[in-house]
């Protein structure tokens, strides 16, 4: 195992990791996209004879889309990519299924690490869903692979915990900007998608590094140019309130996507539960539905199988028709609820892919559809031209609400439509629809604050203690229980039994000459029977004063493995004033706490 030399500055080990981390997720991102678009190619278009629109074709070019002559083949080749997704998922890496992204924020919180089997297994279970015709996308897997290799890259490098979580870190932005062409966005997403109210701020400046390194190289092969093409982004002042309105609406599907998603999840597993189904055959089920749903839906109108075709794989092509103002109406209404539907079945039953491309595309559906209404009412307010604005702020206002990310998702796709004149009325709508939406979250794994995550255990904890004096969460001399040194054990034990109190000063009038714990008395009661308790007590004490903080005390205990601190006046170490234990500590920062964050002091504290 290879290490970075110690004599490397904190700073320049940081950009090392970021360069190497760039460079190895970059390669991974990369082969996952080629993968994913040749696995496309080959189900979609050679077995199922689907000429699917793309993102970044021209008019021309994507005019030329068409649907499969028949679709008797979809179910078999939802059901072949399901099946083989569920077999890799249960029997090699349960933490392939779902979304990858959430796996990612999961691991960073915890200890860091990503098993080394996890970025191949990602890759091909998200290859085989998306390319399938499952509804997903490819940043969840892109998130999950590049931070898997940044684990890696941790592991083969024996980097500390800290340098460890941001070389994950840097993994999720890298590989994130790097498959959308978003290298800022990507960047700023890392830091911002750990918390719902927070920002890892140590993590932005290496990921800002692996993103360009990523960028580039992905560039090389796949190009520079934007991931869609914008022909239109004009808007004026005027709109801002339909921005606005548009931000409520998108908050509003937010939460039915976010409920419809997790709804699906549980009732999946409740039902192979129940009938003790094999768990692989989850994905399959899933399948089966979306499939019988999308063939329901072409059977009705060319609309309808617009409609069921829109809502299979990651579906960016037909955003991509959303912003030449080629989807009919009724498409545009009825698609933020397929896409949910499509992607609940998908990833609820156990598939592999992302939520981000669906969000987008059901967020650029309902910015379509609103665009598209306002202008037929009022077509000199909002003119054909400015509808295109519309699908990109819906995009904009919808995830970045229920990933808790509005900045980033922000940044993301106008990196991705290559305009910044959207920025206005896209702050605004993402404003609202984050204000309405709150914590609610898409990303189950996210904490609100660095205070509750794991990876910055013990900063916050410790800070609380060091502001609350012992002197206001003892147990004051008036209410301690204390005993003589001439009584015996079984006093004591008793005591023991009727107070559940677990240790107690001893006191020979009104001087403190020692301590007896139920550890004491287990000791003694093996050597004789019934001393008294001068001949168990400690006499070398360890003790504290009422003007130490909370933390002084833990550090005492926690170094000399006690439970029990007898508090004592500074200038007369014998005078008790006060007794203070593991439990009143705990106590004392509960009440100066978050909730989510006792967890974590529990650890510390030991209780």
């Not at 399938?132 to 684990?151: D, K, L």
């Not at 869609?228 to 004026?236: A, M």
């Not at 794991?454 to 916050?460: I, T």
């Amino acid at each position: 195992m290879f290490s970075l030399p110690s004599f490397i500055a904190p700073t320049k080990r940081i950009l090392i990791i970021a360069i190497i981390v760039g460079i190895i997720a970059r390669v991974g991102s990369l082969l996952f996209f080629e993968g994913l678009k040749w696995g496309t190619a080959f189900f979609m278009g050679y077995l199922l004879q689907y000429a699917y629109p793309q993102e970044g074709q021209t008019i021309s070019d994507i005019s030329q889309w068409s649907g499969p002559d028949s679709l008797i083949f979809l179910i078999p080749i939802l059901c072949f990519g399901s099946l083989l997704t569920g077999i890799l998922v249960t029997r090699f890496a349960p933490e392939a299924e779902g979304h990858g992204t959430d796996a990612a924020i999961k691991a960073f919180h915890g200890e860091g690490k990503i098993r080394k089997r996890i970025p191949l297994l990602k890759a091909l279970t998200a290859i085989l869903t998306i390319s399938t015709g499952g509804s997903a996308g490819r940043e969840g897997p892109a998130a999950q692979i590049s931070a898997g290799f940044g684990s890696l890259v941790a592991e083969m490098l024996n980097l500390s915990p800290k340098e460890r979580r941001i070389a994950l870190t840097t993994g999720i932005g890298a590989g994130i900007g790097t498959i959308f062409k978003a290298p800022l966005g990507g960047a700023v997403l890392a830091a911002e998608v750990l918390y719902t109210r927070d920002f890892e701020s140590e993590a932005i400046v290496p990921a800002f590094l692996a993103s360009v390194i990523g960028y580039s190289i992905f560039g090389f092969f796949e190009g520079y140019s934007p991931i869609f093409i914008l022909t239109s982004h004009w808007w004026t002042v005027q709109q801002i309130p339909m921005f606005i309105l548009l931000g409520v609406l998108c908050a509003g599907f937010g939460h039915l996507y976010i409920f419809t998603f997790y709804w699906s999840r549980s009732r999946f597993a409740e039902v192979f539960k129940r009938y003790n189904l094999p768990a692989f055959l989850k994905p399959v089920s899933g399948a089966i539905l979306l499939g019988i749903l999308v063939i329901i839906l072409a059977s009705i109108s060319p609309e309808g199988e617009m409609l069921g075709l829109a809502s299979l794989g990651s579906s960016y092509g037909y955003t991509q028709l959303m912003l030449y103002s080629m989807v009919p109406l009724t498409v545009l209404i009825l698609l933020p609820f397929m896409k949910i539907i499509a992607t609940s079945l998908t990833l609820g039953s156990g598939g592999s892919g992302g939520v981000f491309a669906p969000g987008l595309t059901i967020g650029a559906a309902i910015g379509g559809a609103l665009g598209v209404i306002l202008h037929l009412i009022n077509p000199t307010y909002v003119p054909l031209e400015s509808v295109p604005v519309f699908v990109i702020v819906g995009m904009i206002s919808l995830f970045g609400a229920v990933a808790n990310a509005p900045i980033a998702v922000l940044i993301m796709v106008v990196e991705m439509v290559g305009s910044i004149t959207i920025l206005i009325p896209a702050m605004a709508a993402v404003a609202i629809s984050n204000l309405l939406t709150g914590e609610h979250t898409i990303f189950r794994q996210q904490v609100p604050t660095k205070a509750q995550s794991g990876a910055h255990r013990g900063e916050y904890d410790q800070a609380i203690l060091e502001r609350i004096q012992v002197s206001n969460a003892m147990t004051p001399y008036s209410a301690v229980i204390t005993l003589s040194p001439t009584d015996d054990i079984m006093s004591v034990m008793d005591r023991i039994a009727t107070t559940e109190h677990t240790g107690f000063p001893v006191m020979e009038g009104s001087r403190l000459v020692g301590i007896i714990t139920n550890q004491d008395v287990r000791k003694i009661c093996t050597q004789e029977l019934c001393p008294t308790v001068r001949e168990a007590m400690t006499s070398n004490l360890f003790v504290i004063h009422p003007e130490n903080s909370l933390e002084d005390a833990l550090v005492l205990m926690v170094s000399h493995h006690l439970n029990h601190l007898p508090v004592v006046e500074n200038s007369c170490p014998d005078k008790l004033l006060g007794f203070v234990t593991r439990t009143d500590i705990m106590k004392a920062y509960a009440q100066s706490s978050q909730p989510a964050s006792l967890q974590l002091m529990e650890r510390r504290v030991g209780i």
